[in-house]
């Protein structure tokens, strides 16, 4: 099973994770905001994360951590 | 089984850069570099002036900071005082390498210096507030050049890896961007391999990476990455521009 996680306060909600995902899954939350003021990238359907990084790769902050179980 | 996580030679720390910019994504891949080879501990990282500068609290090696341009210079100091342990980079922008420390990076390149230079190139002084730099495309739009880079008063964009190219001195020279996954890949590899030859001994290794400012270009994040592949690479186009020691394995 892949885990996905975010460090949410770290991230600024650029977007380029939700250009990479080749699923589709990741979307920058529309209501919710961290400390720094951003709108942090979230994951829409964790159970349909393949683990393929790609989100992380193209991450300018390392918000996003993967793990395989 | 971690798949990806942040990697032990950049610190967990929050970066100060812009939303969107690919400075993050590049320290990343330096870090990644030296956690692999495991270098760490004798690596000696120099930052620039620009918005790089701050590179020294992000890095968990030693960093020290250079006067503007002139992280070439310092680095040779440094590989220098003990050439057999000290593993040297210097992370340098456009503005700092390309235009105030020109000779400073011809020089390092000519006398092919072992050392590793990760060259940031955003076509912009992004630190300053998006004035144009030798970088900047022809028709680029700054706040120095506001109808656009005219040739005819600002001359041409200057290309690094092409110009260094022709000296005899460098061993590896390649350009790279980050602007998709499989481009970070490239990056990556060609950002090892420019550690890799210090540790060998071979001398001089510059890779330079097209990075985006979505700040001083005013464009968003995704934008800036598309502007790379329709504006930048046209005029800076991806590859090695030398590679001595795979050249002369051919020539075998
Ligand atoms: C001797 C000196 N001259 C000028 C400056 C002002 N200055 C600070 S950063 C910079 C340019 C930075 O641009 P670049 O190297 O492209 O890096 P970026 O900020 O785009 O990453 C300049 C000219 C300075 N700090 N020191
Ligand atoms: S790991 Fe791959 S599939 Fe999962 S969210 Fe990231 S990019 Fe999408
Ligand atoms: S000004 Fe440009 S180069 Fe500097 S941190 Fe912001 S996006 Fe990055």
Known sequence: MIKISFKIDTCKGCGLCVGACPKKLLRIAPDAINKKGHHPAEITDASACIGCASCAMMCPDCVIRIEKE | ?252
């Open chain 2, 1 to 252: 089984m971690v798949v990806f996580d942040k990697p032990k030679a950049l610190l967990d720390v929050p970066l100060h850069y812009c939303p969107g910019c690919t400075h993050g994504i590049i320290h990343r891949l330096v870090a990644e570099v030296i956690d692999e080879l495991g270098i760490e501990g004798r690596t000696i990282g120099i930052a620039p002036v620009g918005c790089a500068v701050m590179a020294y609290d992000y890095f968990a090696c030693d960093m020290i900071e250079a006067a503007h341009g002139r992280a070439p210079a310092v680095a040779t100091g440094v590989k220098r005082s003990d050439p057999e342990h000290n593993v040297v980079f210097t992370y340098q922008g456009d503005g700092d390498l390309a235009s105030i420390g020109t000779a400073e990076i011809v020089h390092a390149a000519a006398r092919n210096e072992n050392i590793t230079v990760i060259f940031i190139n955003n076509a912009i002084y992004g630190m300053t507030g998006g004035q144009m730099a030798p970088t900047s495309l022809v028709g680029q739009v700054t706040q120095t050049s506001p109808y656009g880079r005219d040739p005819k008063l600002c001359g041409y964009p200057v290309k690094i890896c092409e110009m260094l190219a022709e000296l005899e001195g460098p061993e590896y020279l390649e350009r790279v961007t980050v602007n998709s996954v499989p481009n970070v890949r490239k990056a990556k590899k060609a950002i090892k391999k420019a550690f890799q030859n210090q540790l060998d001994g071979k001398g001089f290794s510059l890779v330079e990476v097209i990075s985006a400012c979505p700040t001083n270009w005013g464009m968003t994040p995704q934008k800036a990455l598309e502007w790379i592949d329709s504006d930048m690479i046209p005029y800076y186009p991806l590859g090695v521009y030398k590679d001595r020691s795979a050249n002369s394995e051919v020539a075998k």
